[in-house]
Each structure stands twice: as C-alpha cells, then as structure tokens.
Nanobody
Framework: QVQLVESGGGLVQVGGSLRLSCAAS????????MAWFRQVPGKEREFLAA????????RYADSVKGRFTISRDNAKNTMFLQMNDLKPEDTAVYHC???????????WGQGTQVTVSS
C-alpha cells in the first residue's frame, strides 16, 4: 500500500504563493500517476492537476490553469504543487492522490490546509 503525506499549507494573502509537497512511501515503483485535489466542507473533492510518473505529462483543471504548476521528483518520490496568484476561493484542504494497479485515485493522506485571506 502506497502512503501519501501532504505538507506546505498555511495562511497567505491574496496574490501570494505557496508550494505544497506530497511525499510517497511504500511500493512507489508501482505508481504511474499522481494528482492534487482540494476539498471544502460540504463540497465534493475537486481535481486540480495530475502528472504521470514516467514522462511527466501534466493536465490541469481550468480553475487553476496558468496559476498552479504540478511537478515531481521521482528520485525523492515527491510531488509538488506551486500555487501562485492565490485567491480566497483557493481556500481548502489540499490532498494528493495516486494511481497504482488501477485507474482509481487513492492513497489519500490527511491533507494540508491552505487559507487565503483578503
């Protein structure tokens, strides 16, 4: 079972930046994709961005395209999310997920809180 741990969240002002990290442990050789999601109370988890482990192919949700950048360091089994020009509506708990053995996103950690103040 792959385990994921998110970090890097915090309080930031509108227009500011944060860099989130997602560290993977366990049988990471099985991973073929990782992604970032976010969730606010009472709403469904929202997909933000994904990256393939081999080739680094990325895709983004329209809501963050141009502001957020996903990347990964395979040697360190870590994925990142660089978030720029943050807005109050970006306030949420940010989670990372991964795919291994199936097309299902799983391996959710506790998440990291991002709060954008106006």
């Amino acid at each position: 079972q792959v385990q994921l741990v998110e970090s890097g969240g915090g309080l930031v002002q509108v227009g500011g930046s944060l860099r989130l990290s997602c560290a993977a442990s366990g049988p990471t050789y099985r991973l073929f994709a990782m992604a970032w999601f976010r969730q606010v109370p009472g709403k469904e988890r929202e997909f933000l961005a994904a990256i393939t482990i081999s080739g680094g192919i990325t895709r983004y949700a329209d809501s963050v395209k141009g502001r957020f950048t996903i990347s990964r360091d395979n040697a360190k089994n870590t994925m990142f999310l660089q978030m720029n020009d943050l807005k109050p509506e970006d306030t949420a708990v940010y989670h990372c997920g991964a795919k291994w053995g199936s097309e299902e996103w799983r391996g959710w950690g506790q998440g990291t809180q991002v709060t954008v103040s106006s």
